[in-house]
């Protein structure tokens, strides 16, 4: 189908076409045919050969001209999305005119898709040693997945279920009704209409916001949602579990415990020209503490309250200048509803100034820069079920510059943190002061096949300095029990080679700690002790080499000291290894391997202490056989032998741990997919 149409592109490209029309995207009638009202040109030239071309492929064959009009039918569907649609006019004299470059868009058809995965992996150890350290373990493993997602279109109306389940033996800790996990389930039913689409989903829902109220909250629930075809409307309503869960368990796929539920709204709204947004939300729930998703530990006791926020989000001067304003507000039981003290009311809000080349500002004396700016203080008492994560009693302002000159970047990074920012007489007040820089150069015009860049590879350097102060006025000291006061200054180097076969890269890293700080005494009993000045300097190197289609090796060496000078103690690390793959029979037979050695020493100035000298090595092997490869419908097999061998040595105390193990497994795959 395509040979004609080549000879003709080879034969436009040597010559010069009259512009193309430009217009906008073309909607197909379906997945097999589309039509279009043919440009003036088109008719006025009546010796002319017209051409239709898509992504490429001449489909001329398939058109003809009714009248003014152009329709394309083809013999099979095209797969959804968007296609480059070009229609050229071919004179007898050799000329070409090119009458319409259009993006056309294929739609999803009509009818009932199925898409399903599966995986299935088990292994057996067939020999180990120490016997006694194997000892009541289990010899065989297995876990596995499968996936299912299907899908109803009829019209403007879309039908869809899906869902995501686990299954692992491997953790001998988790009890038997924890083994089977299902992380992802959904039921959704949506309307594409021209003035919004709409959409109710059960399942996990999300709503995707980052902001004080929330942070990305996703959990098992139903969701309302409405977005205008315009875009400058938007609403979601939701409820949701409060605590997050991965389990098969009935009574917790839908959010039913009141005691365990959040509920809400988020709505935006923006002007016709996108210059002004607003948007708000809300939030009301309650959750079990120990599943807040930062709380590790059971606690029985329920929190909850209802939150909100109130945002503007403006860009203006054609994009260079972006301010965004965030007010929010809680009511909320931290400690238990009933428990403690009563709902306690706080607030938190946050101030962004974003100024950036590109628009109405020049970019000077650079390539491209942006700044960021930003002011955030959030209550001691401001809570929401939908960002548990937020840290509370603080202040933070904070500026972020990025720009860029031919081949260098730069990176500046300036913050102040604050904590107690009300002054309260019975918390202390803590302060962070952060500085850093950070400088890159890649150059892009470098010939990498000149001078020493062929041996060493095409260069990139990357180097930082970062400092950190934290502070405490001495009278809040008694209030915590410790004092605060320090420093970290942290220089870095980082370089890196590239080749075709060969990446390599060194780093290299200082990083000294200096604490300021006072003993803290209750009485005469010590209650805090200064930690020991420090200096860690840490040095690595690694390299990736492809020795041939067939054969990859990587290999590494890191090296870290740190000294504290308090008691002239010395702590040094080093840890080096080798790893490799290499493609047996190509389709069929890979091997893997891998060699890993540590060493750890302690040197300690008290010589009350023995000093400690720890040497560990590690290796694994793995052959892998593709017996069956998968295809669409009929699984795939793959077959594997692996063993692994470790030692740890305390040269110190004479202990001499050797732990070995082989392993035999298969995994099996499966895809299926219908229409």
Known sequence: MGTRLVALLLLAACLQPAAAQQAGPLTAIDQRSFSLDLPAAALAQADGALAVDLDGYDLTPFSRVDGTVLRVALDSPLPPGGYLLSLMLFFPDGSVEVLLDTILQVPVGDGMTHSASGMLQASYRVAEGPAENFAGADDTTAKGSVSYQGERRSGAWRLGAGAGVIYDRYSQAAPADERWLLPEYALFAAHEGSVAATELKAGNVAVSQDDLLFSNFQRRGVALQSLAASERFQLQAFSMVSAPSNL????????????????????????????????????????????????????????????????????????????????????????????????????????????????????????????????????????SMANLALPGNIEVHSAYLQAGWRDFAVDLDLARERSNPDDDPDLATQTLDRAGVNLGWSPGTLDPDRGPWQWLGAPSIN???????????????????????????????????????????????????????????????????????????????????????????????????????????????????????????????????????????????NPQFLAERLHSRVADLQLSWQAIHARPGRPGLNLNLSGSYARNEDLALLVDDELWSVFVGAQLDWNWSRP
């Open 248 to 383: 098969v368990q009935a009574d917790e796929l839908l959010p039913r415990d009141s005691d365990n539920r959040s509920s809400g709204l988020r709505a935006s709204v923006a002007l016709p020209d996108e210059r002004l947004r607003l948007s708000g939300g809300l939030v009301d729930g309650r959750g079990p503490l120990g599943g807040a998703g930062f709380n590790q530990f059971i606690d029985p006791a329920i929190i909850g309250g209802d939150s909100w926020n109130v945002g503007l989000d403006s860009r203006l001067a054609g994009g260079s200048v972006a301010l965004a304003l965030e007010r929010a507000g809680s009511n909320f039981d931290v400690d238990g509803i009933g428990v403690g003290a009563p709902e306690r009311s706080d607030d938190a809000m946050r101030a962004t100034l974003g100024l950036a080349s590109g628009g109405a500002f020049d970019s000077g004396p650079f390539s491209y820069w942006s700044a960021e700016f930003q002011y955030r203080q959030v209550g001691l008492d401001y809570y």
């Open 463 to 605: 180097s930082w300095a970062y400092r950190y102060e934290s502070s405490q006025p001495d009278a809040d000291a008694q209030l915590v029990g410790f004092d605060v006061d320090n420093a970290t200054d942290e220089i870095g180097l980082a370089l890196t080679f590239a080749r075709a076969r060969l990446n390599w890269g060194l780093q290299l890293a200082l990083v000294d700690y200096d604490d300021r700080s006072d003993p803290v005494f209750n009485g005469n009993f010590l209650v805090y002790e200064p930690p020991s000045d420090s200096r860690n300097t840490q040095a690595s190197l690694q390299a990736s080499w492809a020795a041939s289609e067939r054969i990859t090796l990587d290999a590494y060496i890191q090296r870290n000291k740190l000294e504290e000078s308090a008691l002239d103690d010395v702590y040094r690390n080093t840890a080096y290894g080798l790893s490799g793959n290499l493609i047996v029979v190509p389709n069929r037979l890979t091997a893997r391997a891998g060699l890993n050695f540590g060493r750890d020493h302690s040197d300690f100035g």
